[in-house]
């Protein structure tokens, strides 16, 4: 191992978690929670591709092991990752589907009862986005 494949995920784990210190240190204003909801976003891709970019990046001694689990492809990685995106979007979708149904359905339970069953399939039909997106990183690795 070279000190690139030491401290490379290192750097990147720091790089990503670089946004949550202010949270930590409880000096949280609503102004810069987009801010640092941006920044949190750009650093997770911008530490996806600095992991796609150098996973080629090898020592030229070091020779390939058989049946060692940790090779594949780059086409592999990619699939995992996609996998991993399709799980990531679809929740971070149905979250905020659930936000914005649930209290809607709440508000309209308590005017009028007879409308549960209405309000409910709003808020489960913002779920479903969530099992959508788990079922096609389960296709997606199953192809692999």
């Given at each position: 191992m070279?000190?690139?494949?030491?401290?490379?995920p290192l750097v990147l784990i720091a790089l990503i978690t670089l946004p949550l210190i202010p949270v930590f240190k409880k000096k949280v204003d609503p102004r810069s929670a987009k801010f640092r909801v941006v920044l949190q976003i750009s650093?997770?891709?911008?530490?996806?591709?600095?992991?796609?970019?150098?996973?080629?990046?090898?020592?030229?001694?070091?020779v390939?092991?058989?049946?060692?689990p940790f090779q594949g492809s780059i086409a592999q990685g990619m699939a995992y990752i996609a996998a991993a995106l399709a799980v990531s979007a679809s929740v971070i979708g149905a979250g905020y589907a659930v936000a914005q149904a649930a209290p809607a359905a709440i508000g309209?339970?308590?005017e009028k009862e007879d409308i549960f069953g209405k309000a409910m399939i709003f808020v489960a039909l913002?779920?479903?986005v969530a099992i959508y997106g788990l079922l096609i990183a389960i296709?997606?690795?199953q192809k692999l």
């Open positions: 070279n000190l690139f494949e030491i401290f490379g650093l997770f891709f911008a530490s996806m591709i600095g992991i796609v970019l150098f996973t080629g990046v090898t020592s030229a001694n070091e390939p092991v058989a049946n060692d309209a339970i308590s913002a779920e479903g296709l997606i690795i």
